[in-house]
């Protein structure tokens, strides 16, 4: 069995290099957002022409964005959401109910501070953990069927 595995949410730490040292070997692809910040924010300006209106350069980023999303989302087996401490991140809670309408496999990884705050997107995964060396291990149970010694 091979997995694609879509990294969607916060872009300020290493979480999704972690989680792809940890499969090692494990048959798993992965897709994600564009991570560079100013890339992701001023793409539609750069690429469509710039704006007066903070707005509608925000609109036009975020629809070219979107395009990038909703692809790999629906080609994803698996995606897993990662709510970080210091910004809110509402595009992380849209990716994980994108998923959750497809039909997609739900992880959702945030700390023990945002429980109450994420209560409804964590019932509506499959799993939900605080590392990505859990991430590295649901994966590893998925395709191996093998849990941590």
């Known amino acids: 069995m091979k997995l694609t595995v879509y990294l969607a ?75 970080g401490d210091k910004y809110r991140q509402w595009n992380a809670a849209f990716d994980a109910g994108q998923a959750v309408a497809l039909g997609k496999s739900l992880v959702v990884m945030h700390g023990p501070d945002h429980a109450h705050a994420l209560k409804e997107v964590d019932a509506a995964a499959q799993a939900v953990c605080e590392t990505p060396r859990q991430v590295a291990e649901i994966l590893r149970y998925v395709l191996k069927g093998d849990v941590p010694a």
């Not at 994600?32 to 910040?37: K, S």
């Not at 609109?59 to 909703?70: H, V």
């Open 9 to 83: 949410g916060e872009i300020h730490t290493d979480w999704r290099e972690e989680i792809r040292s940890a499969v090692g070997d494990l048959d798993v692809t992965f897709t994600g957002p564009v991570t560079d910040h100013a890339a992701s924010d001023d793409c539609g300006a750069i690429i469509l022409g710039s704006e007066e209106k903070k707005f509608w350069h925000d609109r036009k980023g975020a629809g070219l964005n979107a395009i990038r999303t909703r692809k790999a989302i629906a080609d994803a087996d698996v995606i897993v959401v990662r709510f």
